[in-house]
């Protein structure tokens, strides 16, 4: 007689995936059930501090907000703030190297160090030369241009 083809290990392969196609088959039927239960529209509500909840907000804290006071785009300077900037500002060479094209002034309102380059001078400078400068933003700071001897 013959020995049949399927061997032990086939039938439990078997076995197993018709197990799980019937515990699939099972899931999908506990959630089908599951969601006729709660059929129907339900809502989310944010709080006060933004979290979700399921309670709707008490209307006694409603604020209201006037449509006429919301500004949209950005605020307009004041013309004070502008008067009291002066853009020329005065310093005193501290360094310049010529072969190098730059150098640092120093502003005499305030004592901070500017870099200059070849660039943003309008006379030709040396070391200790009183100059008058505006500044401008620069890469790494505030850099001297426009500048002149006195």
Request: net charge positive; charged share 40%; no cysteine.
């Amino acid at each position: 007689m013959g020995k049949s083809q399927q061997t032990f290990n086939k039938s439990e392969k078997e076995k197993k995936r018709l197990k799980k196609r019937e515990d699939k088959k099972k899931k999908k039927e506990a959630r089908k059930a599951e969601n006729q239960k709660t059929k129907g529209i339900q809502f989310a509500y944010v709080d006060y501090n933004g979290n979700l909840t399921d309670t709707p907000p008490d209307p006694n804290m409603k604020v209201k907000v006037d449509a006429e006071s919301i500004e949209i785009g950005i605020p307009k300077k004041e013309d004070s703030e502008d008067a009291a900037f002066d853009p020329v500002r005065t310093g005193k060479v501290n360094y310049f190297d010529t072969s190098k094209g730059f150098g640092f002034i120093i502003d005499s309102e305030n004592n901070e160090k500017h870099f200059v380059h070849v660039s943003g001078l309008i006379d030709e400078i040396i070391e200790n030369d009183k100059v008058t400068f505006e500044l401008e933003k620069g890469l790494k700071g505030m850099n001297a241009v426009k500048v002149k001897k006195i």
